[in-house]
């Protein structure tokens, strides 16, 4: 009993050091005080921007049968993170390219079927039904993700029809069923 607060005093200070890991990053700045007279120097946070991480990320999950499984992330220039997990002809991690125009153009029909405000899941809790899993970088800055798996309203299905088949194209699920 007498070691707990050198017991409780080493973990904060191990927590401490795993925070920053998992944390937000933030690069600071200094910026000069405008006060005059004063050499005061005070640093401000500015969030990381955006535009380093991607702007779409798409996943089929796996169901119990042979459901094509793959997650790609999408980048603003084009640039493409797949991984081919199951059922799909290219395995592993890639690198894979979409033209810029094509991004944007997902990205406009996405706001055009008003992403936005998409709910957060639908479902009818089938147990076998595979899901398909669209994350869209909103103006914001946030990642707002929508999971599909049965019973979304026509607009939902439309837009995710239009991206399952641009992405499956890319993955080369051409013929496979899914």
């Keep these: 009993m007498r070691h707990f607060p050198l017991l409780l005093l080493l973990s904060f200070f191990s927590l401490s050091f795993m925070l920053p890991a998992c944390a937000q990053r933030v690069h600071t700045k200094k910026v000069k005080s405008k006060t005059a007279g004063q050499k005061a120097v005070a640093p401000v946070q500015?969030?990381?921007?955006?535009?380093?991480?991607?702007?779409?990320?798409?996943?089929?999950?796996?169901c119990y049968g042979i459901c094509p499984a793959y997650t790609m992330q999408v980048y603003a220039d084009g640039r493409v993170a797949y991984e081919g997990r199951r059922a799909v002809p290219v395995l592993g991690?890639?690198?894979l390219k979409l033209s810029a125009a094509a991004v944007a153009d997902m990205l406009r029909q996405a706001k055009e079927a008003h992403f936005d405000t998409f709910d957060k899941r639908y479902s009818r809790n089938t147990s076998d039904l595979p899901s398909t899993v669209v994350a869209i970088r909103q103006p914001n800055g946030t990642l707002k993700t929508v999971t599909v798996e049965e019973g979304a309203p026509e607009n939902v299905k439309n837009l995710f029809i239009y991206l399952g088949n641009q992405f499956d194209q890319l993955a080369q699920l051409n013929g496979i069923e899914k």
Excluded at 48 to 59: L, R
């Design 46 to 62: 500015t969030a990381t921007p955006a535009a380093e991480g991607p702007v779409i990320t798409f996943e089929r999950t796996p």
């Design 93 to 95: 991690k890639h690198d």
